[in-house]
């Protein structure tokens, strides 16, 4: 059976959607933030980085979410949620997937850890107000590309649209959140709808009342 060491609402929510899509045989091992789990010797005997999520898939050990991802789905050639090989999706499908991970991920990491990017000459609040604006202009351009599309990438549910629904949980508290784009709100309100994020999000005590 699959292990994946999760905390709600972290960066395991999409591993946890792309598990559920799936249909996968899997557990779920509570990593408590709140005691600094991550940091335990236990965890870092799996996971030297100490952060969230950590898959265990037999003898394989894995973090990154987005490597967990696609090895969950590689396992499962029949899954639409990556394009296949040599179709005109799947270079797109790489770049979201990357500009989502390693730019709107990592942008998000900052603006919520401020205190950690800062040596005392900028506040703390000063960095997360400029992470809110320089994220928003990165919702913007999604907005953009979702003009008239049901998903992201393709005609097929993708982890590139399962990743943005995470971000978009985690972003809901800005000025000007992801629901209040015309093309991303409508699209995001479609996601909700997928029983495999109504149900990773009932199990994550995450409401999706604003989506209705």
């Not at 992201?152 to 985690?170: A, E, K, P």
Request: charged content about 20%; overall charge negative; hydrophobic content about 40%.
């Amino acid at each position: 059976m699959i292990t994946l060491y999760y905390f709600p609402g972290n960066a395991s929510m999409v591993a946890h959607f792309v598990l559920e899509e799936l249909g996968a045989d899997y557990q779920l091992m509570l990593v408590d933030r709140k005691t600094n789990g991550q940091k335990s010797e236990d965890y870092l005997a799996l996971n030297p980085t100490g952060r969230i999520p950590t898959l265990v898939d037999g003898d394989l050990v894995l973090f990154e979410s987005a490597a967990i991802c696609i090895h969950l789905v590689e396992k499962n050639l029949s899954s639409k949620l990556v394009p296949e090989i040599n179709s005109p999706e799947r270079p797109l499908f790489f770049q979201w997937l990357m500009y989502l991970t390693s730019t709107v991920q990592s942008e998000l990491m900052v603006y919520f850890y401020p205190d950690k990017h800062t040596d005392g000459l900028m506040g703390a609040s000063d960095i997360a107000s400029a992470q809110e604006k320089r994220i928003t202009d990165m919702l913007a351009i999604l907005d953009k590309e979702l003009t008239n599309k049901q998903f992201l990438v393709g005609g097929d549910l993708t982890i590139c649209d399962l990743y943005i629904m995470m971000l978009s949980i985690w972003a809901s508290g800005f000025t000007s959140p992801p629901l209040s784009f015309p093309h991303l709100g409508k699209y995001l309100r479609s996601l909700a709808l997928v029983p495999s994020i109504k149900e990773v999000c009932r199990k994550e005590n995450r409401s999706l009342e604003a989506y209705q």
